[in-house]
């Protein structure tokens, strides 16, 4: 049976996409900053196992493909699905926490990524699918850690992408538009808005007329983490209900 690690697992996306990878056959290793019932729960239903990890240290994420490749003899498939968000005018943002979120989301995927690169190039096949982030490409006012974490990201998916494809390790992302996941709570409540105005503020830029749903983001991921689909390299899928293609 294939192992999936799946990071930031315990959210809205994550739960959906450990769901998914499940039923299309693999072996979950779910994972999140810290461990609790919910992760505990998740890997029970989907037959897999929970680990924690705080991937704002490179160390951490080191251990966790370690630990994750001792367990199961190797990852078939990485998804960097973690992310964490603090939002604030540029002039008031806290300089370390602004660093965390980049070193979280950012730093931690690079260190996951250079943890499982040298095994599965030696194996000679391998996915990488990192979640990114529409505001990684368009930006976002108040959100310039988040935006700028996202942004490398997108760099680092077309970069390792021409570097690992020539030993077989196929690494694309994703950045979706606004998901109906319980990181909206941190929007609307920085907008001083309820979630549910929250998520009517958002649907009525995106020209399809809703927010995204989550197990639309993770069958992209199903697709993108799948042996059948070889020639997709360094790309990152935008799955936003049209807004960024459509903004002027």
Known sequence: MPVALLT???????????RRLAQDGYRVVVTDRTPGSRLDDLAAEVGGAALAADLADPAAARRLVGEVEERTGGIDVLVANHAYMTMAPVEEHDPDDWWRVVDTNLGGTFALAQAVAGPMTR????????????WGVVGWPGAT????????????????GRELAPAGVVVNGIAPGVVDTPQLQVDADAAGLTLAAMHAEYARDIPLGRIGRPEEIAAAV??????????LVGQVLQLNGGSTRTRA
């Open 8 to 18: 930031g697992a315990a959210g809205g996306l994550g739960v959906a996409t450990a």
């Open 123 to 134: 194996r000679g096949s391998g996915r990488i699918v990192v979640i990114c982030s529409e």
């Open 222 to 231: 199903a697709f993108l983490a799948s042996p059948r689909v070889g020639a």
């Open 145 to 160: 850690a988040y935006s700028a974490s996202k942004a490398g990201l997108v760099a680092l998916v077309k970069s390792l």
